[in-house]
């Protein structure tokens, strides 16, 4: 029997698994997926926690419901160490691992550590924990004399600090006061100009505040035991000055980095210290140990780079998975990875979306709402969870104006 372990729940992690239990084997593998967290995480749904409009379980299923046990094994710890000649992950909580192939599926960590204050008070948002804690703090300014207004600071204006701006611009209305910082000379490099477009729109439409070439040098906590108010300190680029202000809470979106188990391996590497992989999604000297997602610095078929995002970890799981039936069965030859830009989506507030699609297709506002909940609706892990939570968006308005009566 061969031994599949996969490591990291994420789009790359998760989707390989169930993608491998739905592979014609001879004989069925051993296959163990390991994550840190009990649930899986939808990230680009993860902002609706912060506005109510979805719930925990639908956003985070635990993995124990999404996984038959008959197929895959999950184990939830941490990796401490993988021994690339023994074949062996040794997890913090003791427990050993050994394996025929291994998926590196870690995903990425949200770098604070190169701004003084940034570990110690502002809020990264990756997580359910993160959105959590994200959200009882909220409450608790929310809970504040109402005449007093909420300060806002989010760090990085690409996708993740647009959306965040947005959805608590919505959340907090009049009282709250959003700053969006980016060190830049404009939001969302990268993405295209129909995008950047709705989104300044909407930005502009919420009042918030967009501070371009702007970088964050500092943060210091007033309050006793790290409550607000924060002293921010900033440096204008194009004035050559610095700044400082007080807010009631930092958000930082700014850059990823790969698992920091990741470089401890033996492995090439990028200049950005993500794992370099062959089109087959194989590392060059271990072809056993695949990596795709945020470890791996991912080049297409035609040799073109693969960005790092949900989409394409989504992609690089159906062709991880048929490289690893391919190569454990000797049935089929291992294809390399094609990726297929399904164009970009992003969440402007509350029931607004803007969705700019190949050919030139740009939907935005609440057609654009509705688009992108029905595209991210068909990509919720498994058909039980697709159902209960298609299930929970219909019925749910219904119920909230029976109510309101």
């Not at 038959?68 to 691992?97: H, M, N, T, W």
């Not at 907090?172 to 959003?178: K, N, V």
Request: charged residues 20%; hydrophobic residues 45%; proline residues 7%.
């Amino acid at each position: 029997m061969s031994r599949i372990c996969i490591l990291g729940g994420g789009f790359g992690g998760l989707y390989t698994a169930l993608e491998l239990i739905r592979r014609p084997w001879p004989e069925p593998p051993q296959i163990t997926l390991v994550d840190r967290q009990e649930r899986f995480v939808f990230a680009p749904l993860l902002y609706e926690l912060l506005t109510g409009e979805l719930e925990d379980w639908e956003v985070a299923p635990r993995f124990q419901d999404l996984l038959p046990p008959e197929s895959v094994q999950f184990c939830q710890g941490s990796v401490q160490s993988i021994d690339l000649k023994a074949r062996r992950v040794l997890l913090r909580e003791g427990q050993s691992l050994e394996y025929d192939t291994l998926v590196l599926a870690l995903g990425g960590e949200t770098p604070l550590e190169s701004v003084p204050g940034a570990a110690e008070f502002a809020f990264p948002f990756r997580t359910l924990a993160d959105a959590q804690r994200l959200r009882a703090h909220l409450k608790t300014l929310e809970a504040r004399d109402p005449a007093q207004p909420i300060t806002l600071a989010i760090a990085g204006a690409g996708a993740s600090g647009v959306e965040l701006a947005c959805k608590l611009a919505d959340r907090l209305g009049s009282r709250g006061r959003i700053r969006l910082i980016e060190g830049g000379s404009r939001i969302l490099s990268g993405f295209a100009p129909s995008t950047r477009e709705a989104a300044q729109a909407a930005l502009a439409q919420r009042r918030v505040q967009v501070e371009l070439q702007t970088k964050v040098l500092g943060i210091e906590a007033l309050g006793e035991n790290s409550a607000p108010p924060f002293r921010l300190q900033l440096q204008r680029l194009e004035a050559q000055e610095i700044a400082t202000d007080l807010v009631d809470a930092v958000l930082w979106t700014v850059g990823t980095r790969p698992a920091a188990v990741i470089a401890n391996l033996d492995l090439p590497k990028s200049e950005r210290g993500r794992l370099q992989v062959l089109p087959t999604l194989q590392t060059p000297t271990f072809p056993e140990v695949f990596a795709l997602g945020d470890v791996a610095a991912v080049v297409d078929a035609e040799g073109q780079p693969v960005p790092a995002t949900a989409q394409a970890a989504f992609q690089q799981a159906g062709y991880c998975a048929w490289n690893l039936w391919a190569l454990l069965t000797q049935e089929r030859p291992l294809l390399p990875f094609r990726y297929f830009s399904l164009g970009e989506m992003l969440s402007l507030g509350t029931d607004t979306a803007v969705l700019s699609a190949l050919g030139g297709l740009t939907l935005t506002g609440p057609l654009g709402y509705l688009a992108r909940r029905a595209a991210y609706l068909v990509r919720l892990p498994t058909l039980e969870h697709q159902l209960k939570v298609g299930w929970n968006w219909i019925t749910r308005p219904l119920w909230q104006a029976l109510g309101s009566l």
